[in-house]
Nanobody, 125 residues
Framework: QVQLVESGGGLVQAGGSLRLSCAASEGTFSGSTMGWFRQAPGKDREFVAAINWSGGTTYYSGTMKGRFTASRDNAKNTVYLQMNSLKPEDTAVYYC??????????????????WGQGTQVTVSS
């Protein structure tokens, strides 16, 4: 069982930045593809970004590409999401997820076996 704990959320003004972290409890993290998703009130969960086991391949939702950057530090069992130029519509609970199959990064929710509890990001206008 992999446990994932997100942190780094908070309140920020439009145009600001935040860096989310997701710490994994288990050693197989380094072999897992990791994803970031978000869910705004009243909306479906939405794919944000994904990164392969080595950090060499990333994949982004079209609406976030260029503003958000995923990275990872396997020595620390941690994946990051750097979010720049934040907009009020980025307000959501952000989740990280792990796909132990080590397949190429994907936005398909069903690929991810383990999920964190989420961290709230609120962007004020």
């Amino acid at each position: 069982q992999v446990q994932l704990v997100e942190s780094g959320g908070g309140l920020v003004q439009a145009g600001g930045s935040l860096r989310l972290s997701c710490a994994a409890s288990e050693g197989t993290f380094s072999g897992s593809t990791m994803g970031w998703f978000r869910q705004a009130p009243g909306k479906d969960r939405e794919f944000v970004a994904a990164i392969n086991w080595s950090g060499g391949t990333t994949y982004y939702s079209g609406t976030m590409k260029g503003r958000f950057t995923a990275s990872r530090d396997n020595a620390k069992n941690t994946v990051y999401l750097q979010m720049n130029s934040l907009k009020p519509e980025d307000t959501a609970v952000y989740y990280c997820a792990a796909d132990p199959s080590a397949a190429d990064p994907s936005g398909a929710t069903m690929r991810y076996r383990y999920w964190g509890q989420g961290t709230q990001v609120t962007v004020s206008s």
